[in-house]
């Protein structure tokens, strides 16, 4: 890629070293739209149904599974972003790079609906056993994810330019990062950031579908590891 990359740098209309594109990423958001309704059959179980409190998963089990992505949303909401310059593509936390990387050492580059962007949600060989196991509930995830993703997309640009396959996730081997436009505009220029870098054009590339993975796990430095 990478001579055909000098190629096209030579030729393209935009320099994303002085122009870099930034993409607000919004995949974050998702985990805590999918336990809403979770937290409101506690919030029913606890004010309501209060005297039924046989229900141990109601007031132990759900909480305990919830607290991640309440977590994950409060601790990312508005301070994650895509930067795409000439040579790399990041994915960063305030200032903080979450990954990275370099235009020349991309791998594969696919659309997806997945909200699968960074590599703390690879599941070990443990979680991926027990996957099969529950794969009703894995599908169900997923739809609500999709059902999800289309009321965002409606709430954020009214569904113009809207695809089912909405995000780009680009890989460098066991590396991805992916990009969420969230307008039809913001999509046409990373089109034309494929195009212009490595002569891609994002809307003939292949689909990638990810059913199975754990919720983000980042940790920022000064973080307990």
């Known amino acids: ?44 179980a606890v004010f309501i149904k ?10 132990a089990i ?3 599974v919830m607290f991640p992505f309440y977590r994950i949303y409060f601790k990312a909401r508005k301070k994650r972003k895509i930067i795409l310059t000439n040579t790399d593509i990041q994915f960063l936390h305030e200032t903080i790079i979450l990954e990275e990387i370099r235009v020349d050492e991309i791998t594969d580059i696919r659309r997806t609906y997945s909200i699968y962007y960074h590599k703390s949600q690879i599941e070990n060989d443990f979680h991926d056993s027990l996957s099969i196991f529950f794969f009703p509930v894995i599908v169900m995830v997923n739809l609500v994810f999709i059902v999800n993703k289309f009321f965002f997309h409606l709430y954020m640009n009214a569904l113009k330019g809207y695809k089912f396959f909405d995000a780009i996730i680009i890989f460098s081997d066991e590396k991805f990062i992916n990009i969420l436009p969230t307008s039809k505009e913001e999509y ?3 089109r034309s950031y494929f195009l212009d870098i490595l002569n891609i054009d994002i809307k003939e590339i292949n689909t990638f579908t990810k059913y199975s993975y754990t919720y983000e796990n980042i940790k920022l430095k000064g973080e307990e590891q």
């Open 62 to 64: 759900l909480p305990a």
């Open 1 to 44: 890629m990478s001579s055909e990359m000098q190629k096209n740098n030579q030729t393209k209309s935009r320099d994303y070293d002085k122009e870099p594109i930034v993409i607000e990423d919004y995949n974050y958001i998702f985990g805590f739209l999918f336990i809403i309704p979770l937290t409101l059959i506690v919030l029913y």
């Open 50 to 59: 209060e005297n039924n409190l046989s229900n141990f998963y109601v007031y």
């Open 188 to 190: 046409e220029i990373v």
